[in-house]
């Protein structure tokens, strides 16, 4: 594929930003999350938000903290 660069208003921006999150919103209601991300992330999803939900978790303020 070969790459190409595009010139788009502000305002033609908007619009397809709007036009996405139209989708992301339609197919958010049709499509399972199941159907489009594999067992293993669905797994540590729902581990996230467990933890985010009893607030067991810990702040990093560096990427060095958060991969150790």
């Known amino acids: 594929m070969a790459n190409i660069t595009i010139q788009i ?3 033609e921006l908007s619009n397809v930003l709007d036009a996405c999150n139209i989708l992301q919103s339609f197919l958010g209601k049709i499509v ?3 159907e489009l991300y594999q067992e293993k992330f669905l797994i540590g999803l729902k581990e ?3 933890g985010v939900r009893s607030k067991k978790f810990v702040e990093v ?3 060095e903290e ?3």
């Open 9 to 11: 208003s502000q305002e």
């Open 32 to 34: 399972s999350p199941n």
């Open 48 to 50: 996230a938000e467990a």
């Open 61 to 63: 303020k560096s990427f």
């Open 66 to 68: 958060f991969i150790d």
